[in-house]
């Protein structure tokens, strides 16, 4: 088998499984848009954003890549369920190797992130005022964003051996993410502490490019930005990579019983 051949069987495997899981696709889109609706309409009424954006209209950027960081990273479990039931071994029994199951995952992960994230972008006349131009251009980014996204997502996984740690940690992982990284609030306005992390936290540089693309003003440049996207995702893969352990090498095993 080569390697484009497992590549691909993989991705049409997830993608499959993905849309068959209409309940976790309609849950994500549900979490968006409760943020949006609920916390954007309730926060109207107080919050005051410079230039004279609605509150509303703020965190559109954010709430649109907060559904493709959530569709990204947690497609990653996918990976540990493979590994928990033994599917993971099969496919490693392929001569195509780790680093095409690795990829195969990413593009799905990425795919399944930039179908969430689009779900949301679709609405954004009732939120934002949009030319084509810049839709197709948020589009752009938050393609990026999901193959950031879907990286990080999978370095998490590498290691873990049950889908039960898989949903444990993810959250712990996921919500500072959100929090700190512009979405909801400028990380101008941070303390300096927080602001240095925002700084580090790589969906800073999606929320604010989005919020670029859809013509509002951004914190960083487009450059800057584009960089730590893509460093993220080729670090956060060679990670993986590294860390990833079908056999369990470095997994210690307990003493035997005397």
């Known amino acids: 088998m080569s390697s484009a051949s497992a590549v691909y069987g993989i991705v049409a495997r997830d993608w499959i499984r993905s849309l068959r899981q209409k309940g976790r696709l309609a849950g994500g889109l549900a979490r968006s848009f409760m943020w949006l609706l609920l916390l954007g309409a309730g926060y109207n009424a107080i919050a005051r954003v410079d230039g004279g954006l609605s509150y509303q209209s703020f965190i559109y950027p954010g709430i649109v890549v907060m559904a493709t960081l959530f569709g990204g990273m947690l497609t990653a479990i996918s990976t540990v369920y493979d590994r928990e039931f033994g599917m993971l071994r099969l496919m490693l029994a392929s001569p195509a190797g780790i ?10 992960a990425t795919a399944n992130g930039l179908l969430q994230g689009t779900f949301v972008l679709i609405t954004a006349q009732l939120f934002v005022s949009v030319t084509l131009t810049q839709w197709l251009t948020s589009l752009a980014v938050i393609a990026l964003a999901a193959l950031a996204s879907s990286a990080v997502g999978l370095l998490i996984a590498a ?3 049950s889908v039960e740690n898989f949903a444990g940690i ?4 996921l919500f500072p993410l959100i ?3 512009g979405a909801l609030y400028p990380t101008s306005r941070m303390p300096a502490t927080l602001r240095f992390v925002a700084e580090m936290n790589p969906v800073s540089y999606a929320v604010d490019l989005t919020r670029i693309a859809l013509g509002q003003g951004g914190e960083f440049t487009v450059t800057h930005s584009v960089a730590e996207l893509v460093v993220t995702t080729i670090v956060a ?3 993986t990579a590294a860390v990833f352990d079908p056999e369990q090498r470095f997994t210690r095993r307990p003493a035997a019983s005397r």
């Open 237 to 239: 893969f060679m990670l």
């Open 170 to 173: 993810i959250n712990i992982v």
């Open 159 to 161: 290691p873990l051996r």
């Open 99 to 108: 680093l095409s199951v690795l990829l195969g995952r990413t593009i799905a």
């Open 179 to 181: 929090f700190l990284s």
